[in-house]
C-alpha cells in the first residue's frame, strides 16, 4: 500500500503514466492476497481508466493501512464478544444486545456499524437474500458481520488449524471445512491425526506401567529400595511426559525404561 501511494503521489507530479501502472500492477498482486482488495482494484482501475485519479485520493490511499489495522481489531474484539460461542455462548443476538445500543457499542474497540448500501434479490439458483453495493472495504466487514448476528450464526475457532468457522448445523462441531496443504479438509484429517496421537498415547502409558510395575514388585523382592523406586518413579514419569509432548519418541522412551 505504501509503495502504491508512493507511485501515485510520483504520477499527480509528473503525469508520467509508468508510475500509475507500477501502482495498478501492486494493487493487481494486493487484490489476489485477499477477496476484499478486489474492491480496491477495481475502484482504482475505473479512476485510472477515466483518467480521474486526484491529490485527494493519493491521501486517501495513504491512510488505508491504519484504517485496516483499525477494522481489524475491531472486528476481532466483535467476534470474541458477539460470535465467539465458546467464549460468550450460542445467542448471537443476545451477545449483540448486551453489547450495543442500537447501532453503537458500548466499547470503542468494538466494531461500529453504520449505514451500507444494500439491496434485496436472488442470490442464488433457489434462494434470495440481502445483496451489497460496497464503496469500501469497511462495508465488506460491516455487512458479513451483520449478516452473522442477523442469522444467528456463532463461529468458534477449529482445533486444528486454529481458524473461525461458522457453526452451522451441528452445535459440537470442532473442524472446519477448510482445505490444508495436502488437500484434504481439515474435518475429515484432524480426527484421525487426534486418534493416533491418542494411540500413542495408550502406547506410552501401556509402556510406562509395565515397566512400573515391574519396578515396584522389586521393592518386594528386596532388589531395590523404597527410596530407589521413588526416584526411578520420579524420572520415569518425567519421561512419559517428554514423550506425551513429542520430546521423545516412543523408541527413545521404551530404549530409556530398558536401560
Not at 56 to 76: G, H, T, V
Not at 106 to 114: I, N, S, T, V
Not at 239 to 249: P, Q, Y
Request: net charge positive; hydrophobic share 40%; with cysteine.
Amino acid at each position: 500500500m505504501q509503495q502504491a501511494s508512493e507511485n501515485l503521489d510520483r504520477f499527480l507530479a509528473a503525469n508520467d503514466l509508468a508510475y500509475s501502472d507500477q501502482a495498478m500492477q501492486l494493487l493487481g498482486e494486493l487484490s489476489e492476497k485477499h477477496i476484499y482488495f478486489k474492491l480496491l482494484y477495481l475502484q482504482w482501475f475505473w479512476r485510472k481508466a477515466e483518467g480521474k485519479v486526484e491529490p485527494w485520493m493519493a491521501e486517501e490511499m495513504r491512510q488505508l493501512p491504519e484504517q485496516f489495522a483499525l477494522y481489524q481489531k475491531q472486528a476481532q474484539t466483535f467476534v470474541e464478544n458477539v460470535l465467539d460461542i465458546d467464549q460468550v455462548g450460542r445467542d448471537v443476538q443476545e451477545n449483540f444486545q448486551a453489547n450495543y445500543v442500537f447501532d453503537q457499542p458500548h466499547d470503542a474497540e468494538l466494531f461500529c456499524f453504520k449505514p451500507i448500501p444494500v439491496s434485496f434479490g436472488p442470490v442464488g439458483e433457489d434462494a434470495c437474500g440481502m445483496i451489497l453495493y460496497p464503496n469500501t472495504i469497511r462495508a465488506l466487514i460491516d455487512f458479513s458481520l451483520r449478516d452473522c448476528v442477523a442469522k444467528n450464526i456463532p463461529v468458534r475457532r477449529c482445533r486444528n488449524c486454529g481458524r473461525y468457522f461458522p457453526i452451522i448445523g451441528r452445535i459440537t462441531a470442532e473442524y472446519c471445512s477448510r482445505p490444508q496443504p495436502s488437500g484434504k479438509l481439515c474435518r475429515n484429517i484432524a480426527p484421525v491425526q487426534k486418534w493416533a496421537k491418542n494411540s500413542k498415547k495408550d502406547l506410552v502409558f501401556s509402556e510406562y506401567r509395565r515397566e512400573y510395575k515391574r519396578h515396584f514388585a522389586w521393592i518386594k523382592a528386596g532388589k531395590i529400595s523404597e527410596e530407589q523406586f521413588a526416584a526411578w518413579a520420579k524420572q520415569a514419569k518425567a519421561k512419559k511426559h517428554d514423550c506425551d509432548a513429542e520430546k521423545l519418541s516412543l523408541d527413545e522412551f521404551k530404549e530409556w525404561l530398558k536401560n
